[in-house]
């Protein structure tokens, strides 16, 4: 375990500051200080360590960004305010940014994440959102939590495909399609 772990600090470094593409496993390997073939012994790929490197750091970029705000706060405000701060998080994280930029690992993540969705911070978070928008009276008539979910699940669907989406502002449509499902789930 310690030299998957040496393996996964030095694919973070080098992935943080070159990039997926500008990074090569024997680099990984080297500022791992292990031989290449140790590489192999726990990764098919630089993909999939990528991939197990994106999640983690995703799921640490969303916790700070939820920890940040006021789960309490007027809906509409606090979901543009969420999603706003995760572009703005991921413009600078050259990991994150491989999301937008390298429509083949955008395609692997997409596949992956699908069975992680239920355990996501995000999700999770959407879930407790609608438990205390519940509570406080705000939630549409005929509104329940499973539909509340399905149209989060589709926001993330169209999210997973957004290279698919043609668009010079896709920050805009993205904010429509939150005013748009706040206004179906809410009061």
Do not use: C
């Not at 993330?156 to 748009?180: C, K, M, N, P």
């Amino acid at each position: 375990m310690e030299k998957q772990q040496q393996l996964l600090t030095a694919a973070y470094h080098l992935f943080k500051t070159k990039g997926f593409k500008a990074t090569s496993i024997a680099e990984i390997a080297a500022a791992a200080q292990v031989a290449v073939g140790t590489f192999y012994n726990f990764y098919d790929s630089k993909a999939a360590i990528f991939l197990q490197i994106y999640t983690a750091e995703n799921e640490r970029v969303k916790a700070s960004i939820i920890a940040a705000v006021d789960l309490d706060a007027d809906p509409l405000p606090l979901v543009r305010q969420v999603v706003h701060e995760i572009m703005v998080q991921s413009q600078d994280n050259l990991i994150l940014q491989e999301w937008f930029d390298n429509p083949k690992l955008n395609a692997l993540i997409a596949q992956t994440a699908p069975s992680a969705v239920e355990t996501s911070l995000v999700y999770t978070t959407f879930v407790r959102l609608l438990d205390r928008w519940q509570a406080r009276g705000l939630l549409a008539p005929g509104m329940t939590q499973a539909r509340g979910l399905s149209l989060f699940n589709a926001l993330v669907v169209v999210d997973f495909h957004q290279s698919e989406i043609t668009t010079t502002d896709y920050a805009q449509v993205l904010d429509d399609l939150i005013t748009g499902m706040l206004a179906v789930i809410l009061k």
